[in-house]
């Protein structure tokens, strides 16, 4: 698979994962869907990794960001958060496979749960 194409797999595949997150979110909480408190999340590129931020808008303009995950631009390895900077040292999903990709879509929850070792 040529480098261009792996990108925008990942890309396309992180896009996935953003929507089950949400998707998620209100699953839980359908009431809290159109409420100021809504939950939402952004790509951000790194040269290293993809940082997968979480939103949180409590209101009066106040946005609260946190990373949810990192994503490797090499490989498409999902890692949970250690800081704002890193990523924890074990894979929790290889979104480059199928099976895996679809363990994370199922998974998934706007918490981060899915993304602890079990």
């Excluded at 792996?6 to 359908?30: C, M």
């Amino acid at each position: 698979m040529k480098l261009a194409e792996k990108t925008q797999l990942i890309e396309e595949r992180i896009t996935g994962l953003i929507d089950a997150l949400e998707k998620n979110y209100r699953k839980q909480y359908p009431q809290r869907h159109e409420c100021p408190d809504y939950l939402s999340h952004e790509l951000v590129r790194g040269t290293k990794y993809y940082k997968v931020i979480q939103l949180t808008n409590s209101g009066a303009g106040r946005v609260g960001r946190s990373v949810h995950a990192f994503v490797s631009r090499e490989t498409g390895a999902v890692y949970k958060p250690a800081s704002w900077k890193a990523p924890a040292l074990h894979v929790r999903y290889q979104l480059l496979d199928d099976t895996s990709y679809e363990a994370c879509l199922h998974n998934a929850d706007w918490a981060g749960a899915y993304l602890y070792m079990r």
